[in-house]
């Protein structure tokens, strides 16, 4: 039992992984310094509700982030290689603009305190961009899943970093201390970058821009049944993320549980619970497969929004609340480890900055479009019937995954040619 066991968690112990966890931390902490935490100092410091709203749109970059990879692709920095230079570039950016917003004043220049969010979130959308193709060149295959897994940890600590803990800080050293702590921890990632390691395989970046723009797509239609794949893309997390936009407004004005309890079981014991199910999925994968990864988790977290029905239909009960939002994030964690691990093998190394950035940014077409009509549903039909629907979400995902089992299964066995 030991022994196997052994086999499971060997993969935990490779130098890449532990980069992983590093450089999630950093890309997660940016996040909630121009969103959550930002519109607290913002709120303290008495500025308009509608210029608060307003400021929402400084998450832009993180959408159309796809738009400026290719140029992460084409050029090299001069140091450390293509991705781990770039990493690197886009850290000290960060740490120079945190720093600027600690010396801003919302109450006092909120359109200043706008641009320089603004190019903090460009930053943070660019760290992303080279963070994922470095993860996408760097993991062996068997290594993907756990990757995924350790990434998802640090990026979830790291918002609870700059978001809950900001937010005590600001009480005790004040906002311009706070964020420029928060500044300083951008150093974890850039330790990471230093120690991490060059990918295993020498791949010529695009020889011109133009081939960075135009290349990606030409080498991803040019597979077969690269159109349904990029269907499954979209499907995949459905039900998911359907259910998703609902379970706070349902616990809440649904169930009258209070805001607290939400915030106690709902966000804390979730992301808990997130956290353990990325890292058992990712664990399960190394023996599992990406076929069959995705195939068990895709049906475990379409099957586990059913523990909503039965919440909805028992009425407010703390228990089933306790375990529905485990199961939901329990599965969610474990479909998310081999979702991203789909993305990735999708990925030509060649271009995996864009790639990745495109396919991830396709499967959020399915939550902007189709989620926002989670409301009227919710409305119209009831919540148990609500979260039954939402469950059906999942099964046209699941019936084109199985369709698509023998060109799912050449990819987890077998590395995509590479130019």
Known sequence: MAASASVYLEVFRSRRIAVMVLLGFSS?????????????????????????GVFGLVGLPYIIKFLWSP??????????GRRRGWIIITQLCLMAGICLMAFGSPGEAPWFMAALALLVAFTSASQDIVVDAYRTDILREPERGAGVAVFVTGYRVAMLVSGALALILSDRIGWRNTYLVMAGLMAVGTGAALFGPEPEKTVMPPRSLQEAVWGPLRDFFSRGAAGMILILIVLYKLADAYAGAMTTPFLIRGLGFTATDVGAVNKAFGLAALIIGATVGGTMMVRLGLYRSLMAFGILQSVSILTFVALALAGRSYPLMIIAVAAENLTGGMGTAAFLSLLMVLCNQKYSATQYALL??????????????????????????????????GIPGLLLLWRLRPVIDGLGEKELPRS
């Open 360 to 393: 991830s940014s396709f499967a959020a077409l399915g939550q902007i479009f189709i989620a926002p009509t989670s409301g009227y549903v919710a409305a119209s039909a009831g919540w148990p019937v609500f979260f039954l629907i939402s469950t059906l979400f």
């Open 71 to 80: 140029f992460m692709d084409r050029f090299v920095p001069p140091l450390l």
């Open 28 to 52: 997660g902490l940016p996040l909630a310094l121009t969103k959550g935490t930002l519109q607290a100092w913002m709120a303290v410091a008495g500025v308009d509700l509608r210029t608060i």
